[in-house]
Structure formats: structure tokens, C-alpha cells
């Protein structure tokens, strides 16, 4: 082969390369669609650990995450817990406004007091960590009515009783639009909330 027609053939796998270069590139820099809207935050009316006023209009101006806990539970709740104080670490700097809430679905247990308690242990920054608890009726209706989340008390034996719910964590604008539902079961599942959460404090 002659060095032009080489010459030729290597223009060509060049510019080739070039293009599929350029076209991942592009594809890495397309904008993204939205998180979808899933549901608006429901009017209610609760305390936090303070015994002071929380409700729903509190949740508007800034990004949330928020899930639903209570304080005797064993298992999935501390996991919660402990990620939403994962990521209260992450987010502490760079000028980050995003709120933490976690509302008790047992609250005949979780009174303001019990959930002070709860927060002091988990290291919550309570100028941005919100404990919320309530009588169980406007509980039941904000966490299954108004954030769609499963909660339902089980009797175990006399007088003592479980509680079953959803583990989610919830992404929530400052609309209060609800932007998904997340269950983090590892690095993997916070690092994708993680950059969700950094998403929507970006939306305008």
C-alpha cells in the first residue's frame, strides 16, 4: 500500500475514533430529565423534639429527605438512621440547605422527650434534623394518606405491640413535590440519593 493510500486509511480510523469520542461525550453531557413530581407534601400538623409546631408548610423553601422511624425499632430503622447521618455529614459544607425529617410512626412511644434522646445519640444537627411525632391519628394520616407510605401497629402480646412501615427515604423539593422514593441498601443506593438530592437543589 502506498504511504498516501495509508495516509488516506488513517484519516479515516482517526477521524472515526474522533466522531465516537465526541458522540460519547455528548451523551455524557446531555441534560438529564427531571426527577419526576410523585405526590406534594400533605398539610399536617405535628411537634418535633422541642414540643414545638411542625407541619407541612415547614418543609417548603428547601430540599428534604425524609423518612419514617420509630425508636424501638431494631433493625431497619437504625440502617435509616444511620444513612440520613451519613449523609447530614456529606452535606454539612459547600453551602448545602437541605433539611432532614424524620417523622415517628410510633408516637403512643416516641414523645418529644423519647426523641430528643433518640437524636442527641444519632449526633442530628437539629438546626437542620427535624424529629417529628404527634397524636396517631394525624401521624397515620401525614405518613399513609400524605407521603403514601405503609405504617401499621401490630399487637405481639398483651399490651406490647410491633410496627411495621415502609423503609424509604424520601426526596422532596422545595416546592414539597415529591421527587422519588429510595431504599439504600449500600454505597451504590446513597451515592445515586446522594446525586439526586444535588439535582433538585439545582432545579430553579
Not at 477521524?15 to 406534594?40: C, D, F, K, N
Not at 428547601?62 to 449523609?87: E, G, K, N, Y
Not at 454539612?92 to 417523622?103: L, N, Q, W
Not at 394525624?138 to 401490630?154: C, D, H, P, Q, T
Request: proline share 5%.
Amino acid at each position: 500500500m502506498s504511504v498516501a493510500a495509508l495516509a488516506r486509511v488513517a484519516a479515516s480510523v482517526g477521524g472515526l475514533a474522533l466522531a465516537v469520542t465526541l458522540g460519547v461525550m455528548a451523551r455524557s453531557i446531555r441534560p438529564r430529565a427531571p426527577l419526576p413530581v410523585l405526590g406534594h407534601v400533605p398539610s399536617f400538623r405535628l411537634v418535633d423534639e422541642h414540643d414545638a409546631p411542625f407541619t407541612g408548610e415547614a418543609m417548603l423553601g428547601h430540599v428534604s429527605v425524609v423518612d419514617f422511624i420509630f425508636t424501638r425499632c431494631p433493625s431497619a430503622c437504625p440502617r435509616l438512621t444511620a444513612t440520613m447521618a451519613r449523609m447530614q455529614s456529606r452535606l454539612e459544607h459547600d453551602g448545602h440547605d437541605v433539611r432532614f425529617v424524620s417523622i415517628s410512626v410510633d408516637p403512643e412511644n416516641d414523645t418529644p422527650a423519647v426523641l430528643a434522646d433518640y437524636a442527641m445519640k444519632a449526633n442530628a444537627d437539629l438546626s437542620r434534623w427535624t424529629f417529628a411525632t404527634g397524636p396517631a391519628d394525624e401521624v397515620s394520616r401525614a405518613v399513609v394518606l400524605g407521603f403514601k407510605v405503609s405504617a401499621a401497629k401490630v399487637a405481639r402480646q398483651a399490651e406490647d405491640y410491633d410496627v411495621i412501615h415502609g423503609n424509604w427515604l424520601m426526596l422532596v423539593d422545595r416546592k414539597g413535590d415529591f421527587r422519588g422514593y429510595y431504599q439504600v441498601e449500600g454505597d451504590r443506593d446513597f451515592e445515586a440519593l446522594l446525586g439526586d438530592v444535588r439535582r433538585v437543589e439545582r432545579e430553579k
